[in-house]
T-cell receptor
Framework: NAGVMQNPRHLVRRRGQEARLRCSPM?????VYWYRQLPEEGLKFMVY????????ESGMPKERFSAEFPKEGPSILRIQQVVRGDSAAYFC?????????????FGSGTRLTVV | QQQVKQSPQSLIVQKGGIPIINCAYE??????FPWYQQFPGKGPALLIA???DVSEKKEGRFTISFNKSAKQFSLHIMDSQPGDSATYFC???????????WGAGTKLIIKP
């Protein structure tokens, strides 16, 4: 029973390029959450998705960032025209039901470095 | 009011000692308080969680103490081991919400 799979583990992009981060939730989990972690800080909520629906994107910057969770395939977090300030670890979590009570399972993250 | 303040930022304890990590919150609507453990290069993993209707919860060597009136909660690790060296995060959420509000983390080192 594989956990939450994120890839790539490390991603280096030059300023102005696009970054695509992928997340495959645990089997049976239909709720996906993306969090961002800056160095020496806790995680910050970005977006919550269910299959084919964005439920809450209140934590995501309005420009350059987008997320999707298609009917088939992994959830994708897309960052266009990356800047140095986008360098961070991006974590995806999934759950069977919505609500933190039910527990999240986190992936190992994608560490994005913008040079 | 959405913040969770965590201290200390880092902590070094001798093996067998009892590290204590503290968190404080303002929002009285928070009703779920988990602790996560994160090893380098890994994602956070749920360690233990508490609801405000109890003042203490134990799971193995890990104990959460909860003080509702002071709006504080803390993690105690009994008989700490070098393998417990990790970053620990407290968090909070409210009303079966899906968003976790995270503390800034405590980097714990247990010396052999």
């Amino acid at each position: 029973n594989a956990g939450v799979m994120q890839n790539p583990r490390h991603l280096v992009r030059r300023r102005g390029q696009e970054a695509r981060l992928r997340c495959s939730p645990m089997k049976g989990h239909s709720h996906v959450y993306w969090y961002r972690q800056l160095p020496e800080e806790g995680l910050k909520f970005m977006v919550y998705l269910q299959k084919e629906n964005i439920i809450d994107e209140s934590g995501m910057p309005k420009e350059r960032f987008s997320a999707e969770f298609p009917k088939e395939g992994p959830s994708i977090l897309r960052i266009q025209q990356v800047v140095r300030g986008d360098s961070a670890a991006y974590f995806c979590a999934s759950s069977e039901k919505t609500g933190t009570y039910y527990g999240y399972t986190f992936g190992s993250g994608t560490r994005l470095t913008v040079v | 009011q959405q913040q969770v303040k965590q201290s200390p930022q880092s902590l070094i304890v001798q093996k067998g000692g009892i590290p204590i990590i503290n968190c404080a919150y303002e929002n009285t609507a928070f009703d779920y308080f988990p602790w996560y453990q994160q090893f380098p290069g890994k994602g956070p993993a749920l360690l233990i969680a508490i609801r405000p209707d109890v003042s203490e919860k134990k799971e193995g060597r890990f104990t959460i103490s909860f003080n509702k009136s002071a709006k504080q909660f803390s993690l105690h690790i009994m008989d700490s081991q070098p393998g417990d060296s990790a970053t620990y995060f407290c968090a909070a959420s409210m009303d079966s919400n899906y968003q976790l509000i995270w503390g800034a983390g405590t980097k714990l080192i247990i010396k052999p």
